[in-house]
């Protein structure tokens, strides 16, 4: 069996973090229904451009593979019994609503330990269930402005910047995912299920990690760094090639005199203004100057190899699509395939969660909207055609069943 095989998600959720959570669990085999609201034409990310075709598109793909899909309004009395029903076969209603909303929609353990005293029911919004901005939507982009990282990005002349991907929403998904599993363990331990809260707003302030410990005890004031400099250490930064970008990391006091041979400057390792990392932090300026004007001299390419033969850390700056083709990623076996109707084979990367022999992995597409109707009322929850007709007509599944 797979890791999660004998696990069922109830997934309340839509666009990115909530989708990101329950991906991984989907992969590692634990069973996904994903809620998709009628009303609105389900999860917006099926509507995401620019790859985007009638109900589908890359970014839907991207997140929601390996799921199943059940059209169902909540806010209708057949619809939430529906729901209800499946609380009962289930180990974990996962949702990613604006912070008031699963106790509006009776989403909290309070609501359904009735059904399934053993559920872990787990919350990740924008700003938590609690809280002076609990009622307020969040977004990536705000979180990263409203927790500092933006302050903290960029070059120091220039705007605020934030990260090039989504870092707190995937972040928050992988915090959820780590939630959810430690919820299972104590719920089948014990018997008794629990409320996860969880918050994107939660995740970007405990990311600020040792920049915060440091301005909480001793007043530190984090400022933007030239060349994506690190904060105490020196070099540890880009640089400029002949052609190009590299990364090069002295964190050990062992790479610094490395450096210094490969660079043909030996003199530096032991120079008193360069010899420790105090004293390089500190002339920080002066060093930098003549590193700069060294790695200028030769191409990304010779410096990579000359690093790499003297075991110092460095790293080419790629692009996307050179860290995709990278001989690592191959080896990792970090790309799948997917095959798919319109886009015949969506090429998309494997979760980063390994559990054992990442060969019993599989991968299945995203589903369409409302696919897995007749499995989901017929096959797990056992209902009649009566019964299925009567919810239908009373509006549970939407105005049009798609099966």
Known sequence: MKPLEDVRIIAVEQFGAGPFCSLHLADLGAEVIKIEDPRTGGDVGRYIPPYQDDEDSLFFQTFNRNKRSLSLDLTVTEGRQVFEDLVRVSDVVHSNLRGDVPARLRLLYEDLKHLNPAVVC?????????????????????LQGLGGWMDLTGEPDGPPTKSGLSLVDFSGGFVAAGAILAGLHAARRDGIGMDCDLSLYDVAINMLTYPATWHLTEGFEPTRTKHSAHPSLVPFQNFPSSNGWIVVGCAKEKFWQRLAEVIGRPDLAVEDRFKTFADRKENSAELLEMLNEIFASRTTEEWIDLLTEASVPCAPVQSVGDALRDPHTEARKMVVDVEHSKWKRVRQVASAMRVGDPKEVTYRRAPTRNEDFSYVVSDLLGYSDARVELFSAAGAFGTQIES
């Open 122 to 142: 787990s919350s990740l919004s924008g700003f938590g269930m609690a809280g002076p901005r609990a009622n307020q939507p969040g977004y990536d982009y705000m």
